[in-house]
């Protein structure tokens, strides 16, 4: 019951500060309200019980992708101008619709095996498990250490004065 | 009713569609990247309720795939920034609808 209240009262937050995003002119107080949605989504994730999902959406999230994203709002200095909307706004509202439309139909229509399991016990250890050990996602984690660093040397690389 | 994986799905698409719009309507580079972290998280919400309502023989793969997807989103954002960058000093703008040079 506990987790019912907390799912809808974290469901509406996240969706008024996601409409907030993308609905003010100013900027930096768009990236202001995206903060508040990742820590919805933080909440989010403990409700489903991934404990471990959740400090990692407030460090990588909250702490890492909105310091980027402010410091890039500072570098370009275009909160006078904001962030109007372009002439596609209505095309891109019908386009917007339609797919949640078309999404929540399959949703429901849909007969998911769902059940509800026991809340698990801290899912670090599963997490590490199917992450390092035997039969489990090893490759995809070597893959993602290259990826991360082609991502910082191509920023580095991208950003240098010449 | 109580809550239940219908309910996070939906959520998930909501936000998604959120997302969507914001990317597609937007003229601030930087408000179509805020917008497409969104539509990350949404699907990252997914997967999780994934695995956290379906009961499957390799148990949390689902949260193994957001953990993917957070690394990912978290080099497309340093990437995606630092490319604004760079286009804002060559061009002081960072308009798309006026970044068109290899536009037919």
């Known amino acids: ?162 | 009713m109580s809550v239940g994986l219908e309910h996070y799905l939906i959520l998930s698409a909501v936000l998604f569609s959120i997302g969507l719009y914001g990317a597609l309507a937007k003229r601030n580079a930087i408000t179509i990247l805020m917008s497409i972290e969104i539509m990350l998280s949404a699907v990252n919400i997914a997967m999780v309720s994934f695995s956290r309502y379906v009961v499957s023989p390799a148990p949390l793969t689902g949260q193994v795939f957001a953990i993917f997807i957070m690394a990912v989103a978290a080099a497309e954002a340093a990437v995606g920034l630092a490319i604004i960058i760079a286009i804002y000093r060559g061009r002081g703008t960072i308009d798309p609808t006026k970044i068109d040079l290899m536009k037919w």
Do not use: H
Not at chain 1, 16 to 36: D, H, I, Y
Not at chain 1, 82 to 98: K, Y
Not at chain 1, 113 to 130: D, I, K, N, R, S
């Open chain 1, 1 to 162: 019951m506990g987790l019912d209240i907390a799912f809808w009262i974290l469901a509406v937050v996240s969706v008024v500060a996601a409409l907030t995003v993308v609905s003010l002119r100013n900027v930096f107080r768009a990236a202001l309200a995206l903060v508040l949605c990742f820590i919805v989504i933080a909440g989010l994730y403990i409700t489903l019980s991934a404990d471990f999902l959740a400090a990692i959406q407030i460090l990588v999230y909250v702490g890492a992708i909105s310091i980027l994203i402010i410091l890039g709002i500072m570098l370009t200095r275009e909160i006078e101008q904001g962030s109007p909307s372009n002439q596609f706004r209505i095309p891109a509202f019908i386009v917007a619709v339609i797919f949640l439309g078309a999404v929540g139909y399959a949703l429901l229509n849909t007969a998911w095996p769902a059940v509800t399991p026991a809340l698990m016990a801290p899912t670090t250890e599963t997490l590490a498990g199917q992450l390092f050990g035997e039969n489990g996602f090893i490759l995809v984690v070597e893959i993602t250490a290259v990826l991360l660093l082609a991502a910082i040397l191509g920023a580095i690389v991208i950003v240098r004065e010449k």
